[in-house]
Structures are given as structure tokens and as C-alpha cells.
């Protein structure tokens, strides 16, 4: 932030562009604004931040609140220093989280500026709602379901798996466990689905943690997800 700024007018600043691009506001960029705002100093770590606006993977949700930080650094008219996120809070990579992860701690400047809109009292967490809680089933009936698999080489998955590293290919974090052969747990998935007629080859291929690889099946912002990665990684290739 420009230091020869008066702290007044960086709150109004920032009340102005936030009122600009309200309405390019998605859900989860909200969810993860206020989120940011409750949270405890007002810091908190991508991964969370993206817990919390119910995006599986780190990369997602860096990808997610860094476009909010552009529409805001461009509503204000001001260049983020570094990484995007920088326009909403400061880096503090010596604040480690109960995970072990550095954390953004949101610019007070912004945090009075939510106030003053009243945007932080307006919304209401999800814990707050009442769900009931649902009989269940307490005998199942057992279902016979059939299913077409692809032939896949083996080889592929060794390879994909063996040049990942333990490493996830989307959000760079290490795999979550070890499997029962003591090597880092991570799927293989591929970018073009071998039922869309994808390739079983390297070039179409990427090591997961299992979050990413549901997110990339299941997610919202699967289709973003993907082309992020092709972006990222020079052996995939368009299929």
C-alpha cells in the first residue's frame, strides 16, 4: 500500500471500488472476503480461504480471491505489489497457521471499509442456519450397479505418479497421506476423459491429491481448473 496515503482516504478508496464491482462479486469470493474479515488478526492461509468458500484445493483458491484482488486493484486504480492477494492484505509468511502454512492478514484500511458498508453484518455463516438432521437409512438395500472401464498402461501411471514427486500437480501441496506401500498417495487423472476419448498418455495425465481430482470431476470451476493447468505444466497437450 502507498505509504504517502492517508489512512481515511484508503478506506474510501476502497469503499468506492468495493461499491463498483459489487455486483462481479461472486459467492465464494464473498464467502471468502468475509471469512477473511471474521477470522482471528484477520489472517488466514489460501488453503483456508478456500475451505471456506467450499473450494477444494489451494490453487483454487488462490486462483479465486486473486480475481477479486484484480477487480478491486482496478476499481481503485492502484497496482498490487507482487501477488494479487496483495491488494486485499499483506503477506505474512511468519505467521504460520495450526497447519503450518504463512498467511494473509487483510489491510485494516479494508476491513473498516466492509464495516462502513455494513456488508460484514449482513451476512450470516453457514453454521448459523438451522438443518435438521436427516433419519437416514438404517438397513440398505444392496444394489448391483455395471460399469465400463477404459484399458489404461500401467506405465503411464508410474511415470505421471514417479515425476509428481509426492507433489500434487494442481494446488502444490504434498499428498495428504502414504499409502499402504509407504509411497505418497496421489491419483493420476486425465485432463480429457478417456470417455470423451482422451488419451492414455503423459501428455494428458497429471498427479492429484484426491481433493483436486474430485474438484476436477465435480467442481464449479472444474473447466478453469483445467485450463490453469495446462497453462502450468508443458507436457500436457490439448485433446
Given at each position: 500500500?502507498?505509504?504517502?496515503?492517508?489512512?481515511?482516504?484508503?478506506?474510501?478508496?476502497?469503499?468506492?471500488?468495493?461499491?463498483?464491482?459489487?455486483?462481479?462479486?461472486?459467492?465464494?469470493?464473498?464467502?471468502?472476503?468475509f471469512?477473511?474479515?471474521?477470522?482471528p488478526?484477520?489472517?488466514?492461509?489460501?488453503?483456508?480461504?478456500?475451505?471456506?468458500?467450499?473450494?477444494?484445493?489451494?490453487?483454487?483458491?488462490?486462483?479465486?480471491?486473486?480475481?477479486?484482488?484484480?477487480?478491486?486493484?482496478?476499481?481503485?486504480?492502484?497496482?498490487?505489489?507482487?501477488?494479487?492477494?496483495?491488494?486485499?492484505?499483506?503477506?505474512?509468511?511468519?505467521?504460520?497457521?495450526?497447519?503450518?502454512?504463512?498467511?494473509?492478514?487483510?489491510?485494516?484500511?479494508?476491513?473498516?471499509?466492509?464495516?462502513?458498508?455494513?456488508w460484514?453484518?449482513?451476512?450470516?455463516?453457514?453454521?448459523?442456519?438451522?438443518?435438521?438432521?436427516?433419519?437416514?437409512?438404517?438397513?440398505?438395500?444392496?444394489?448391483?450397479?455395471?460399469?465400463?472401464?477404459?484399458?489404461?498402461?500401467?506405465?503411464?501411471?508410474?511415470?505421471?505418479?514417479?515425476?509428481?514427486?509426492?507433489?500434487?500437480?494442481?494446488?502444490?501441496?504434498?499428498?495428504?497421506?502414504?499409502?499402504?506401500?509407504?509411497?505418497?498417495?496421489?491419483?493420476?487423472?486425465?485432463?480429457?476423459?478417456?470417455?470423451?476419448?482422451?488419451?492414455?498418455?503423459?501428455?494428458?495425465?497429471?498427479?492429484?491429491?484426491?481433493?483436486?481430482?474430485?474438484?476436477l470431476?465435480?467442481?464449479?470451476?472444474?473447466e478453469?481448473?483445467a485450463?490453469?493447468?495446462?497453462?502450468?505444466?508443458?507436457?500436457l497437450?490439448?485433446?
Amino acid at each position: 500500500m502507498d505509504k504517502e496515503m492517508d489512512s481515511r482516504d484508503w478506506v474510501a478508496l476502497y469503499k468506492q471500488a468495493l461499491l463498483k464491482i459489487e455486483a462481479g462479486i461472486s459467492e465464494g469470493q464473498r464467502k471468502m472476503l468475509f471469512g477473511h474479515y471474521r477470522a482471528p488478526d484477520m489472517a488466514l492461509s489460501v488453503k483456508r480461504l478456500a475451505e471456506i468458500a467450499g473450494y477444494e484445493g489451494m490453487r483454487s483458491g488462490s486462483l479465486h480471491y486473486g480475481k477479486l484482488a484484480r477487480k478491486l486493484s482496478e476499481a481503485m486504480g492502484v497496482q498490487p505489489t507482487g501477488d494479487q492477494i496483495s491488494t486485499i492484505a499483506a503477506w505474512r509468511g511468519d505467521l504460520k497457521d495450526e497447519r503450518g502454512h504463512g498467511q494473509w492478514m487483510m489491510y485494516t484500511e479494508l476491513a473498516q471499509a466492509l464495516e462502513e458498508l455494513g456488508w460484514v453484518t449482513s451476512v450470516e455463516s453457514v453454521s448459523d442456519q438451522d438443518i435438521p438432521v436427516p433419519p437416514g437409512v438404517q438397513k440398505p438395500k444392496e444394489v448391483v450397479l455395471q460399469t465400463t472401464q477404459r484399458e489404461r498402461d500401467p506405465l503411464v501411471r508410474e511415470w505421471v505418479l514417479r515425476t509428481a514427486n509426492g507433489i500434487c500437480e494442481c494446488c502444490g501441496e504434498d499428498a495428504p497421506f502414504e499409502s499402504i506401500d509407504d509411497l505418497p498417495y496421489l491419483e493420476v487423472h486425465h485432463i480429457c476423459h478417456l470417455a470423451n476419448g482422451g488419451s492414455d498418455t503423459v501428455s494428458n495425465a497429471v498427479a492429484l491429491c484426491p481433493n483436486c481430482h474430485r474438484e476436477l470431476h465435480h467442481g464449479k470451476f472444474k473447466e478453469e481448473l483445467a485450463e490453469d493447468l495446462y497453462a502450468s505444466i508443458a507436457r500436457l497437450k490439448r485433446e
